[in-house]
């Protein structure tokens, strides 16, 4: 099991900007797809963006595209989501997670295809 660790949430005005992390530990993610999903009060958790093993498919939902950007650096076991034009309905809590499967050229958007989860991190956008 690899332990995930996000940061970078915070309060922050519509049409700001932040960075999320996700740092991993116990192991490495290395050879997995990560991503990030986000839950808002009431819903289910949903696909915000994954990037696979390699870094050469990135993967966004429609509702982020153009807005939110993914990253992963394998020698630092690190994850990263930099989040800008935010906008209230982005309110939620973030978690970064692994896919199951090693070596996958895109990423998964259903929950149950991941195996390691973060606590996540909260992120609200009010003025």
């Known amino acids: 099991q690899i332990y995930l660790t996000e940061s970078g949430g915070e309060l922050v005005q519509p049409g700001g900007s932040l960075r999320l992390s996700c740092a991993g530990s116990?192991?490495?993610?290395?050879?997995?797809?990560m991503a990030w999903f986000r839950q808002a009060p009431g819903k289910g958790r949903e696909f915000v963006a994954g990037i696979n093993w390699k870094s050469t498919t990135t993967d966004y939902a429609d509702s982020v595209k153009g807005r939110v950007t993914i990253s992963r650096d394998n020698t630092k076991n690190t994850v990263w989501l930099q989040m800008n034009n935010l906008k209230p309905e982005d309110t939620a809590v973030y978690y970064c997670?692994?896919?199951?499967?090693?070596?996958?050229?895109?990423?998964?958007?259903?929950?149950?295809?991941?195996?390691?989860w973060g606590q996540g991190t909260q992120v609200t956008v009010s003025s």
């Open positions: 997670a692994k896919d199951r499967t090693p070596w996958e050229v895109v990423s998964p958007t259903t929950p149950a295809d991941y195996d390691d």
């Open positions: 116990g192991g490495t993610f290395a050879s997995y797809t």
